[in-house]
């Protein structure tokens, strides 16, 4: 019985030597592997391999792509694995024109930029030429893109007057802001800050510019109380009224639908 024994571990000496030599071979296979992908994560990050091959902006309309990229500092020689989106995204911002600005990498060799540029709220002359004013109040003189009929003209103000303009209708709706023709600053006495709007369906519309802006955005809903032959000049202020070019005396008052009134500004908010 006991060299039965003796034979048969003899018998398992040589397979355990294999089994250990193979589990040593799997071990110095694994670990080269992780060696030689070291190697090769240091090479590619080395090479032109892990550099950006392109550039893509989207979304820009007044800023051009070339003068985008220059504020980002990317290069074709920019390591994609390097980049600091944040701070590329800050860098961008600076522009007055920039509203939103998000800056990602796809990889392996992409950087995408996608821009919001603020909203144009208006055009002004300038050296007999209009040129959009933003919702930032920056006017872009020197812009070549000209009217674009989404905005209205401006007429008769200053630049702090524009500020003002641009804090109060930077948050109409576009659909709105394309029924306007024109906005002309009319100073009174009695309210400095008055405005009168030219609407592109023949209708004025007067008012402090605050009231206006809180109320133009349910204009569709005060003109369709009135009949499609009036015309005059709608009052915003405190109430809405009709006053008819053709009898003073002819005056409507106008309702204001506030549900629609916040529905509106909701949907500004979400844009």
Do not use: C
């Amino acid at each position: 019985m006991s060299d039965k024994n003796v034979v048969s571990i003899e018998d398992r000496i040589p397979k355990l030597k294999h089994a250990r030599k193979k589990k040593a071979n799997r071990r110095l296979i694994f670990y080269l592997s992780i060696f030689f992908l070291l190697i090769a994560i240091v090479v590619y990050l080395q090479s032109p391999l892990s550099h950006i091959r392109t550039i893509e902006v989207n979304g820009n309309t007044f800023l051009n792509e070339e003068k985008i990229i220059k504020y980002s500092e990317l290069t074709t020689d920019t390591n994609i694995w390097t980049i600091n989106t944040k701070s590329i995204e800050q860098a961008i911002a600076k522009d007055p024109v920039i509203k939103n600005i998000q800056v990602n990498r796809n990889f392996p060799s992409t950087v995408t930029m996608e821009v919001e540029e603020q909203p144009v709220i208006g055009y002004i002359n300038v050296d007999s030429d209009y040129v959009p004013v933003l919702g930032n109040g920056e006017v872009l003189s020197g812009n070549n893109q000209g009217f674009t009929g989404n905005a209205p003209f401006l007429h008769g103000f200053n630049e702090e007057q524009l500020k003002q303009l641009a804090t109060e209708m930077k948050d109409v709706p576009q659909s709105i802001m394309s029924l306007i023709s024109e906005i002309h600053w009319v100073e009174t006495d009695e309210d400095i800050n008055k405005i009168m709007l030219y609407m592109n369906d023949g209708y004025t519309v007067l008012g402090s510019l605050r009231e206006i802006s809180n109320k133009i955005s349910v204009y569709p809903s005060i003109v369709s109380q009135l009949e499609p032959e009036d015309e005059g000049v709608i009052h915003i202020g405190v109430g809405v009224y009709f006053e008819s070019y053709h009898d003073d005396e002819d005056v409507t008052e106008l309702e204001v639908d506030e549900t629609s009134e916040n529905d509106s500004e909701d949907g500004a908010e979400e844009d």
